[in-house]
């Protein structure tokens, strides 16, 4: 087996990964049930108790509803830099000494064949972060919740395989939408969310001869549709002389009730 993931949930209602790579299986936030995360699990044929760890981006709860009891649950390690810690210690109960570990951002944690590393993010949390994932010659990455993506986190996310990208909202949309000026100010600014425009001006400068899946995520429900994000991505970036097609690289939807497909990077 290579290196394979599943997004269980992504989305304002809660969001989870699962990362595979054999003998390391780790979750990437737990912004759902304990007892829906485990249902997912189930569906992908993992078992709770077969995690090494939870990886925690930030302390939003929907991306950390469920992180205290499955932790309990389960025994689980639970990473995160020293800001988010001390966001989420109101928030999901006792977490054992043990497994309270802390993941300065930039950090890097190895387990047999997979490593981890984090990097700082822009959006309005402590001090948020995205992940990507290393095992032999594939690379995952995962870039949501982030207002706008700097230079910075576009060099952590080249030469992936794979990238789990935030392609929130479409702009008319929400600035015709019903939420409060106030919220939608917060989500248009650099703090808050990745636009479907956005999100396709980054990734024309992340596609290279590596990159192969790209899983558009954290929809809102209320201010965009996969199939607009879809088309948006594809129309930027023809724009900017780009070809999904061409360079053979291909768009998968995510769902707030339901998990994607195993991907395993090792397959075409």
């Known amino acids: 087996m290579g290196l394979r993931f599943s997004v269980l949930a992504s989305g304002s209602?809660?969001?989870?990964?699962?990362?595979?790579?054999?003998?390391t299986k780790v979750l990437v936030d737990a912004g759902l049930s304990a007892k829906k995360i485990e249902q997912l699990l189930s569906e992908r044929g993992i078992a709770g108790s077969e995690l090494e760890a939870v990886f925690v981006t930030h302390e939003h709860a929907d991306h950390i509803k469920g992180l205290g009891a499955?932790?309990?649950?389960f025994d689980l390690p639970?990473?995160?830099?020293?800001?988010?810690?001390?966001?989420?210690?109101?928030?999901?109960?006792?977490i054992a000494g043990h497994n309270r570990k802390v993941m300065e951002t930039g950090?890097?944690?190895?387990?047999?064949?997979l490593r981890v590393e984090s990097y700082g993010i822009s959006h309005d949390a402590a001090e948020p972060v995205g992940?990507?994932?290393y095992h032999?010659?594939?690379k995952l990455g995962l870039a949501t919740d982030l207002g706008y993506m700097s230079s910075k986190v576009k060099d952590q996310l080249m030469?992936?395989?794979?990238?789990?990208?935030e392609t929130n909202h479409d702009v008319e949309m929400l600035r015709m939408g019903h939420y409060p000026w106030s919220i939608k100010r917060r989500i248009l600014g650099d703090l808050g969310h990745l636009s479907n425009e956005s999100a396709a001006e980054a990734l024309a400068d992340l596609i290279d001869g590596k990159l192969k899946r790209v899983y558009m995520a954290h929809l809102s429900r209320d201010h965009n549709l996969m199939d607009l994000a879809r088309l948006t991505l594809n129309?930027?970036?023809?724009?900017?002389?780009?070809?999904?097609q061409e360079r053979k690289i291909a768009l998968h939807d995510t769902y707030f009730d339901r998990a994607t497909d195993w991907d395993d990077l090792d397959s075409d």
Do not use: H, P
Not at 80 to 93: C, H, M, P, S, V
Not at 159 to 165: F, N, S, T
Not at 235 to 244: A, D, H, K, P, T
């Open 107 to 113: 950090g890097t944690v190895e387990f047999a064949s």
């Open 13 to 23: 209602t809660g969001n989870s990964m699962v990362v595979d790579c054999g003998e």
């Open 159 to 165: 030469d992936c395989d794979a990238i789990v990208l």
């Open 70 to 73: 499955i932790a309990r649950k």
């Open 235 to 244: 129309n930027v970036l023809e724009e900017r002389g780009i070809s999904l």
């Open 78 to 94: 639970v990473y995160a830099n020293e800001k988010t810690w001390e966001a989420l210690d109101k928030q999901i109960g006792d």
């Open 136 to 138: 032999e010659k594939r």
């Open 131 to 133: 992940y990507c994932f």
